[in-house]
């Protein structure tokens, strides 16, 4: 593995860049955000914030890391990866690539990433989210002697990162703000989207739900600034064992408040169910 903090960030409130001096990162301005002893730092201002504690919750962070650690998920992040390092291979350029995981969660597709490195071209890494609930627990498994990456509570609608730095923005089941992503990218830089197909999770959602709603064709807009370089399926099945990973499962997804109670409690009466991972991979070049 070789990775490296991503270190160019970018002040949320004035946009200059940030200094990192001890545990304190400061802009020329003056404003300064200090790095918890958890090893992240926030640059969510709370003008920024739409409630007083956004994004996902401890509980469903909790959920998501079990889950993922399970390995259901691998498949994705094999592909994500591949893909990453075959565009990384191909540039002359030998200096760090810099990949920002937006909406980052608790750090599983990071870690997959710098686990797969080939070691060719040392990753900058930077994971981002709006939970600091997440964030804190992905850098709570970071190694403090030698962090995976920059662990930051922010937001992808105000992305604290300075402009044209990056190499690759990963957007893994999140909310892509196309005009950010383009902003903080190198020309040339990739941004790889991956999204929930329409035969992802069905059978959880059959459990749920007394009836699926119709999928509906949508008609995709190519964002702004960015070139569409290919597209993949990933489709596969996998066998949960055990109310707790099935009930892991529900909890880590917004089915889980979207389900009636009558809902829930079929599903928490499952000792088994076999589930369809239907997702959707997406890769745009910024012109």
């Given at each position: 593995?070789?990775?490296?903090?991503?270190?160019?960030?970018?002040?949320?409130?004035?946009?200059?860049?940030?200094?990192?001096?001890?545990?304190?990162?400061?802009?020329?301005?003056?404003?300064?955000?200090d790095?918890?002893?958890?090893?992240?730092?926030?640059?969510?201002?709370?003008?920024?914030?739409?409630?007083?504690?956004?994004?996902?919750?401890?509980?469903?962070?909790?959920?998501?890391?079990?889950?993922?650690?399970?390995?259901?998920?691998?498949?994705?992040?094999?592909?994500?990866?591949?893909?990453?390092?075959n565009?990384?291979?191909?540039?002359?350029?030998?200096?760090?690539?810099?990949?920002?995981?937006?909406?980052?969660?608790?750090?599983?597709?990071?870690?997959?990433?710098?686990?797969?490195?080939?070691?060719?071209?040392?990753?900058?890494?930077?994971?981002?989210?709006?939970?600091?609930?997440?964030?804190?627990?992905?850098?709570?498994?970071?190694?403090?002697?030698?962090?995976?990456?920059?662990?930051?509570?922010?937001?992808?609608?105000?992305?604290?990162?300075?402009?044209?730095?990056?190499?690759?923005?990963?957007?893994?089941?999140g909310?892509?703000?196309?005009?950010?992503?383009?902003?903080?990218?190198?020309?040339?830089?990739?941004?790889?989207?991956?999204?929930a197909?329409?035969?992802?999770?069905?059978?959880?959602?059959?459990?749920?739900?007394?009836?699926?709603?119709?999928?509906?064709?949508?008609?995709?807009?190519?964002?702004?600034?960015?070139?569409?370089?290919?597209?993949?399926?990933i489709?596969?099945?996998?066998?949960?064992?055990?109310?707790?990973?099935?009930?892991?499962?529900?909890?880590?997804?917004?089915?889980?408040y979207?389900?009636?109670?009558?809902?829930?409690?079929?599903?928490?009466?499952?000792?088994?169910?076999?589930?369809?991972?239907?997702?959707?991979?997406?890769?745009?070049?910024?012109?």
């Open positions: 593995m070789s990775s490296t903090p991503f270190q160019a960030l970018a002040c949320p409130l004035d946009g200059e860049p940030l200094n990192r001096v001890g545990n304190v990162w400061r802009c020329s301005a003056g404003h300064s955000f790095v918890a002893k958890q090893g992240y730092v926030n640059l969510l201002p709370v003008q920024q914030k739409r409630s007083s504690d956004p994004g996902d919750s401890k509980l469903m962070v909790a959920a998501r890391q079990r889950f993922l650690d399970a390995g259901y998920y691998q498949p994705i992040a094999q592909t994500v990866s591949k893909h990453l390092f565009h990384a291979e191909v540039q002359s350029d030998s200096s760090l690539f810099g990949c920002l995981d937006a909406g980052c969660g608790e750090g599983y597709y990071l870690r997959e990433l710098a686990r797969a490195s080939p070691s060719v071209r040392p990753l900058s890494l930077i994971g981002l989210d709006i939970s600091k609930w997440a964030v804190l627990s992905g850098a709570k498994q970071d190694d403090k002697t030698s962090p995976l990456c920059n662990w930051v509570v922010g937001s992808n609608a105000h992305l604290p990162v300075q402009t044209a730095v990056l190499n690759c923005v990963l957007c893994m089941f909310f892509p703000v196309h005009h950010e992503f383009a902003r903080v990218l190198k020309p040339g830089g990739l941004l790889v989207q991956v999204e197909g329409a035969g992802h999770l069905r059978e959880l959602r059959e459990v749920i739900y007394p009836t699926l709603k119709p999928e509906v064709a949508i008609e995709r807009v190519l964002p702004e600034s960015f070139a569409y370089l290919q597209g993949e399926s489709s596969y099945q996998v066998t949960l064992e055990g109310q707790a990973m099935i009930g892991d499962l529900l909890s880590m997804t917004p089915h889980l979207r389900a009636s109670q009558e809902g829930r409690a079929r599903a928490a009466a499952l000792n088994e169910l076999i589930l369809t991972v239907d997702a959707k991979l997406m890769i745009y070049e910024r012109k």
